[in-house]
């Protein structure tokens, strides 16, 4: 019994001397908003994601597209923050990873009834950057070899196809 009130009196100092307080990110995945539309709708959190697509201008805004893991989402920022997203995901780069704070709205009467998020900010979290691709020599050798396969074939098929009649 000892042991037990010594081990507790000893955790009980741990806890106070060691604990910290820690306060839990408010980042919102984007498919919770979608799939919890009506508890978000007009309330202000922060969405984090890749910046994808194309820079829609509108204006003094412009019209942006995020993905996060989960899902993707449109969002309405002011023109003035076009100059901190320097790359947008395609095919040939990852797009800036960024953190937006704004409002979310199920169905914004604004932009004709559709979800979307309006940006009060914007911060880049991560860059994004160009992709470098590389065509392995052995996908080459394997198409050439296709295209050869075709061409020999070709005969065949235009004989069978006038058989056929």
Known sequence: MFKIKKIMLLSSICLLFFSQNVKAEAVVEIN?????????DQKQVTIQGEVIGECMERGDYIWINI???SNAIGIWLPISEKEKITYYGNYKAIG??????GTFYQACKEH?????FHSESLTVVKAGHLVDEEI???RI???VIATLFVFLLFP???KYIRNRK
């Open 96 to 101: 800036d990873t960024i953190e937006v704070t």
């Open 136 to 138: 392995s020599n052995y």
């Open 156 to 158: 065949f098929f235009i």
């Open 141 to 143: 050798i394997i198409a």
């Open 32 to 40: 919770q908003l979608i799939e919890h539309a009506k508890d978000y």
């Open 112 to 116: 004709g009834g559709e979800s979307d």
């Open 67 to 69: 993905i996060d893991k």
